[in-house]
């Protein structure tokens, strides 16, 4: 079974300033995909950014990037120059693909609830 | 662009009701999920599909049944609500392994 930590449950940080959010994940498979979603109070789900397990380079998107650490089991976001519109609940998941083909749907963590402040 | 439809925003069922929450997506997307969304706990997997009338319990299947008899409907049935079933539902569709699509999400109340 995997599972994923992220143990800030909220963050506060100055608009302008970079964020990190962490995310460590635990599982026996190889091949899996971490990603990261964002969650306005709308309650919409934005898929923000994916990361193979095979992939070597840090998977970017804009002002997101993910920062990959294999042996560490670890898949931090990171928003450079943060933004007022950037406040949301924001939610790192995983997915384990099978040897013969498919996939099991994500597998969440709890959340951090990231508020920029002006 | 992608739609994914819930049949209600918000819905207020009583114990012991059999309810259906349906979903449906314009996308002919072969994989449809249900997720339960509580506060604290994130979001996790309660059914998924792959295909027509084909099912796959996830992490919390007790308590829920599911429908998928066209493609492009997927139905969360509660046999006989209750309480703790109280939550935030959410469907989402995809192709492949790195798409997920979700709809808007039903509020459910069970009182």
């Known amino acids: 079974a995997q599972k994923i930590t992220q143990t800030q449950p909220g963050m506060f940080v100055q608009e302008k300033e970079a964020v990190t959010l962490d995310c460590t994940y635990d599982t026996s498979d190889q091949s899996y995909g971490l990603f990261w979603y964002k969650q306005p109070s709308s309650g919409e789900m934005i898929f923000l950014i994916y990361?193979?397990?095979?992939?070597?380079q840090n998977a970017t998107e804009g002002r997101y990037s993910l920062n990959f650490q294999k042996a560490r089991k670890s898949a931090n976001l990171v928003i450079s120059a943060s933004q007022l519109g950037d406040s949301a609940m924001y939610f790192c998941?995983?997915?384990?693909?099978?040897?013969?083909?498919?996939?099991?749907?994500?597998?969440f963590g709890k959340g951090t609830h990231l508020i920029i402040q002006p | 662009d992608v739609k994914v439809t819930q049949s209600s925003r918000y819905l207020v069922k009583r114990t012991g009701e059999k309810v259906f929450l349906e979903c449906v997506q314009d996308m002919d997307h072969e994989n449809m999920f249900w997720y339960r969304q509580d506060p604290g706990l994130g979001l996790r997997l309660i059914y998924f599909s792959y295909d027509v009338k084909m099912k796959e319990k996830g992490d919390i299947p007790e308590g829920y049944s599911v429908s998928r008899e066209k493609k492009e409907r997927f139905s969360l049935i509660l046999e006989s609500a209750s309480t703790n079933q109280t939550s935030m539902y959410l469907c989402a569709t995809g192709t492949g392994f790195y798409e997920q699509y979700f709809g808007p999400g039903t509020r459910l109340t069970v009182t």
């Open positions: 990361q193979g397990s095979y992939d070597e």
């Open positions: 998941a995983m997915r384990v693909a099978y040897s013969g083909g498919g996939a099991d749907g994500l597998t």
